[in-house]
């Protein structure tokens, strides 16, 4: 099938404009693997689990999002009865909490912008929370819109490098609609618009790619380079005591940290 892939100046530009989101990706991965085993991790899968299944239906077979989704839970062994329930009360089929998504918007010091991604049933709650966490790592919130418009609403799914050959992963991810691919070391990262993002992990699925992960997310137009180890802590603590709240479900950034200043902050 003949294919044209995109231009090196073009890769070399996506690439770097990756490697923050990628590094943090791989970090934040981690992280959920730990969180697991106190649960923290199934509730955040079981609210997402409720809204998609609400918007799309109970079917993982026609909604390809909730399927996803209960691939991510069941690679952080999350028992299949909490997995059933979470999707019963998003068809309403048993009762539960009517969960309303908010986003936040501000900036750590530094000028690093932030995107806080909440799930609630307690609008007032969740933002005395995320106030309370803006105000005590010094970051401000932001009005609405002020820094969204600087993200992009992409899909992102990795493959594990060593289950792929990364010439036929690219031909079968340009051929499927994605819009660019990288290699991360350890994984592929394919990187697609939200309207393709459901067709191309299909086509994965019919042609048997074993995708490790996918979400859709919000990647940032520009990065800000913080290469110093202080404020790169400071930063990494910050986004994940937000993280760490209940009702939030994700914390979206524009920070660039070096590979090994990030290594050693997160350890």
């Known amino acids: 099938m003949a294919v044209n892939p995109l231009t090196e100046n073009h890769k070399s530009k996506i690439e770097n404009s990756m490697s ?45 999002t909730l399927r ?35 986003m936040y918007e501000g900036y750590a010091p530094g000028g690093v912008a932030l995107i806080v991604q909440a799930l609630t049933d307690n609008r007032n709650r969740t933002a005395a929370e995320v106030r309370h966490v803006f105000t005590k790592h010094n970051g401000s919130l932001a009005g609405q819109g002020s820094v969204a418009r600087s993200f992009n609403r992409k899909g992102v799914i990795e493959v594990n490098s060593a289950s792929a050959k990364e010439d036929e992963l690219l031909e079968v991810a340009l051929a499927c609609g994605a819009e660019d691919m990288t290699n991360e070391g ?9 309207a393709e993002y459901p067709d191309v992990l299909a086509q994965f699925e019919e042609r048997g790619v074993p995708v490790e992960s996918s979400e859709l997310t919000l990647l940032p137009e520009t990065y800000i380079p913080v290469t110093d180890a202080a404020q790169a802590t400071a930063l990494i603590s910050f986004v994940q005591t937000l993280e760490d709240l209940e009702d939030v479900q994700n914390v979206y950034a524009n920070f660039d940290i070096p590979d090994e200043i990030m290594e050693s902050v997160s350890a």
């Open 20 to 64: 923050g989101h990628s590094k943090w990706s791989t970090i934040k991965h981690k992280k959920a693997a730990t969180d697991a085993k106190r649960g923290k991790v199934f509730s955040k899968i079981a609210k997402e689990m409720m809204v998609v299944a609400r918007q799309g239906g109970g079917d993982p077979g026609a909604n390809i």
């Open 186 to 194: 350890d994984y592929f990262e394919i990187v697609t618009g939200p």
């Open 68 to 102: 996803t989704l209960i691939q991510k839970a069941r690679a952080v062994n999350m028992p299949a009865d909490n997995i059933e329930r979470a999707i019963k009360k998003g068809t309403g089929e048993l009762e539960g909490e009517q969960m309303e998504e908010i």
